[in-house]
């Protein structure tokens, strides 16, 4: 399917779906929920970009997450700013950053950049515990100044329309980037720097838009974060699960695909919702590393790749 | 004054609990070639054990050390073995080596948040609260036992390394693996010893971990940036540079702690390492072509 049509049906089925749930849906609880999967959605599909299509491994996925969290914070202590000026602040300040995290990229490859990724993690850390303006190591409280806009029922609702519309635009920003010319030139880089950059490809910029794109959706995940919880405390923000989360669902789902980071993120997603309700929060943490440590050692081209290879196998057979 | 020197002695001290938790890292990433993420996890593992036996039968931590280091020692080897099948055999796949163990790293945490509960666990041993007077030095048993174990282990393991056969054998394997194949020895069985080593000196530290502070499941983390700072800094899988790189690390840690207050003194690690990795990726003791 064409880009274009492609992207007007899925935001067509976007909008019905969200019109529909926020009219028919009661449980409040549901959209609480909803939320939480579809942040993993917008992450997942954010890594991925530079994990998957690019092949540079990010453990500070909570990093690029606080700076669009802490953007908030810091913008609403300031000036009480409306939710749409805080996203686009997180999701500029994080996109700036993830361009400084391409240009590491030239000093550092494969695995000395996943540990600089999770140095930097704990570094903004540090920095953010010790800023008291945004609450420190106590935490921060957001108020919210009014009551939903018409035709809402309530902020849960509101946070779950926009949270589904940026899950929509994420994962068009990496149909798009999988599709185009950029996404040739990422795999290519991928699978072998040292010959994409001698074959002509322009490594450095694709790795620039590569790690922005990638690094400004996490912030824009992380700037309604505040506005959801109402508190937030740099422990709960920085939390190594959104790492593992975002990576375990990428490799889970399949990292070759834009439709890989949705599946896995739906699947991962909904199971741990269901079993913090049924059972505990740590328990669903479990499953996650330890489907992560499975998967990569099993099937490490993850469902899409597994599925696709028996494919190709029924449809040649040796 | 007396407040600069007792910060310099204290990071000498410090160094050398650090030396004991990095040099693990020094074989596995330095020599080995295999990302060991997890290392810290094993680390913070160890100091549960040396918990669980110093709180039912008053066993010191570091004898348990030495009594359980062949189980790590087992551990270890169990896993450079799925490792090796998994992710090294089939070549060019590091990166998801790396994830996998990021994945252990997470899941033993977990496992040991679900087990035991995320509360601070410490031992007490007689000579924790002793501290020994040299005019204006203090020198706090609490510190000085786990430097010198770690000493002795550190030096330990560098005379191994350089003057057995099998210690050579295992810097071979670091500078040609095809070489030591051709003379007839099978790497993979060496990688996997020297892995097990690694691991092994990891529940050593555990133990000294928890002597020095109380301890916690996700404590690991913030070891991860130091585990790896040191042997960076230090020029990778030297053991020598190992030292060096945890005097540099204990002492500015210490530095920061005394004037800066401790809640900075994480930033100095992972900040270091972040400089030393986009500065001088070899290392300072390194040498510039890998």
Known sequence: MSSPRFTALVTGIAALAIVATVAGVRNEYFFSAAYTVLQFVVLASAWNILGGFTGYVNFGSAAFFALGVYSSVFLHNLVQAPIALSIAAGTGVAALVGLGMGYLTLRLRGVFFAIATLAFAQVLLTFVVNWEYVGGARGAYIVLPHGPPPGFRSNGQVLFAIMAVMAAGSLALARWVQTSTMGRGLAAIRDDEVAAECSGVPTLRLKLVSTTLSGGLMGMAGATFPYFLLYVEPGGVFSLSYAVNSIAMPLIGGMHSWAGPLLGALLLGIAQQVLQVTVSADWNLFLVGALLVLFVTVAPEGIMGWTRRRGRAREAPP | ?290
Not at chain 2, 102 to 121: Q, S
Not at chain 2, 282 to 289: F, H, I, R, T, Y
């Open chain 2, 1 to 290: 004054m007396t407040l600069i020197a007792n910060a310099l002695v204290s990071g000498l001290l410090l160094a050398g609990f650090y030396a004991a938790v990095s040099v693990g890292i020094a074989i596995s990433f330095g020599m080995l070639d295999v990302v060991n993420i997890a290392h810290p996890a094993f680390i913070v593992l160890g100091s549960y054990l040396a918990y669980f036996a110093s709180s039912w039968i008053g066993l010191d931590p570091i004898v348990t050390a030495l009594v359980l280091s062949p189980a790590f020692f087992a551990l270890g080897l169990v896993l450079y073995r799925l490792y090796h099948s998994s992710f090294e055999r089939r070549g060019r796949e590091r990166l998801r080596g790396l994830a996998f163990f990021f994945g252990i790293l997470f899941v033993t945490e977990v496992a040991l948040i679900l087990a035991f509960g995320v509360d601070y666990r410490l031992v007490n041993t007689r000579y924790m609260d002793t501290t020994w007077r040299f005019g204006a030095f203090d020198l706090p048993l609490r510190l000085f036992v786990p430097f010198l174990v770690s000493l002795g282990m550190t030096l330990s393991l560098q005379a191994f390394l350089s003057r057995t056969f099998f210690g050579r054998a295992v810097l071979a394997v670091a500078q040609d693996e095809l070489a030591l194949q051709l003379m007839g020895v099978d790497p993979v069985r060496v990688k996997a010893i020297a892995f097990g080593i690694s691991i092994a000196t990891a529940g050593v530290a555990g133990a000294l971990l928890i002597i020095i502070q109380p301890v916690q499941p996700s404590l690991g983390r913030e070891y991860i940036g130091l585990v790896f700072a040191i042997p960076v800094l230090g020029g990778m899988g030297s053991i020598p540079g190992t030292l060096v790189g945890a005097t540099i690390l204990g002492v500015a840690s210490s530095f920061t702690s005394t004037f800066f207050g401790p809640s900075w003194s994480p930033a100095v690690s992972f900040g270091l390492l972040l400089l030393a990795l986009a500065l001088r990726p070899e290392g300072l003791l390194g040498k510039a072509a890998r």
